[in-house]
């Protein structure tokens, strides 16, 4: 399965953006998905994860009531709703997946075994 991230620019602090993560050559339905981002100079980190079913949904807590992760399996399509962007929410965003067997998520990086290119996202001041 292929990962295809999308949605990214640059805006301005305050703006919002939805990015897209679209899978090709096979499915999401039998997966966790999580969105990560990287910083120039930093780590990857969880944003948000959901669970197979969507039962179950994580964000990191700096950005609780900012971002909204969905998916929708019948469109092979796992988004992230990103609002009152701010400057350090400047970063490549990257979206992956792991094969899931119940409806738990996975906000470790060495969880996932699939990923997509990434997309940035700017925010300027």
């Known amino acids: 399965v292929q990962l295809q991230a999308s949605g990214g620019g640059l805006v301005q602090a305050g703006d919002s953006l939805k990015l897209s993560c679209a899978a090709s050559g096979g499915t999401f339905s039998g997966c966790a998905v999580g969105w990560f981002h990287q910083a120039p100079g930093k780590g990857r980190e969880c944003v948000a994860a959901?669970?197979?079913?969507?039962?179950?949904?994580y964000y990191a807590d700096s950005l609780k009531g900012r971002f909204t992760i969905s998916r929708d399996n019948a469109k092979n399509t796992v988004y992230l709703q990103m609002n009152s962007l701010k400057p350090e929410d400047t970063a490549v965003y990257y979206c992956?997946?792991?094969?899931?067997?119940?409806?738990?998520?996975?906000?470790?990086?060495?969880?996932?075994?699939?990923w997509g290119q990434g997309t940035q996202v700017t925010v300027s001041s």
């Open positions: 992956a997946t792991r094969r899931a067997y119940d409806d738990t998520y996975y906000y470790s990086d060495r969880d996932y075994t699939n």
């Open positions: 959901i669970s197979r079913f969507g039962g179950s949904i």
